[in-house]
């Protein structure tokens, strides 16, 4: 079956098999392996991704499924080569040993501070909760994730410093 999927703001045409898992099809098809494929039965997260802004273990979705729709990997966090402060905050605080959890920790992690700018380590947890990591504790993951909310926040507050210092004054 013939789909078209928009994947990392880029839009693909390809023929797949229907039954084709959309994590086969962005590693194998499109060669984007940062999403990793680990369980095959949707309980590591490994393979997170986003469907239209919503994280989904791409191991349980269909790629026809996916068709017409906007899938983000990982690969896809960066911005004019710019790391994502997620993408920061996990080399800052050691949120990762082997990686192999990584790339769909932070898919997750984005969508959070996304939904939940200044999210607790409690909210971090939960929001982790469907995702195994084998090596860590997951305590500097959710100091990963803090790092980023809270540098986040400090770069809007800065913004927002500036915008306010451009704005001229009312006459009078």
Request: aromatic share 6%.
């Amino acid at each position: 079956m013939q789909v078209t999927i928009s994947v990392n703001d880029r839009e693909y045409m390809a023929e797949v098999e229907p039954r084709l898992l959309l994590i086969h099809f962005l590693r194998d098809q499109l060669g984007l392996t940062g999403s990793h494929w680990g369980c095959d039965t949707s309980n590591c997260g490994a393979c997170v991704v986003w469907l239209d802004e919503t994280p989904v273990k791409s191991c349980t979705v269909l790629t026809a499924m996916a068709d017409g729709h906007r899938v983000r990997t990982v690969e896809g966090l960066e911005r004019g080569g710019e790391l994502d402060p997620v993408q920061q905050g996990f080399t800052e605080c050691h949120g990762l040993q082997c990686g192999f959890c990584t790339p769909g920790m932070m898919m997750t992690a984005r969508w959070l501070i996304d939904n939940n700018p200044d999210p607790s380590a409690a909210e971090i947890r939960e929001a982790l909760s469907g995702q195994i990591c084998r090596c860590t504790g997951y305590e500097n993951i959710v100091r990963s994730i803090r790092w980023a909310a809270e540098h986040e926040a400090a770069e809007r507050a800065r913004l927002d410093g500036e915008d306010a210092d451009s704005v001229p004054e009312a006459a009078g």
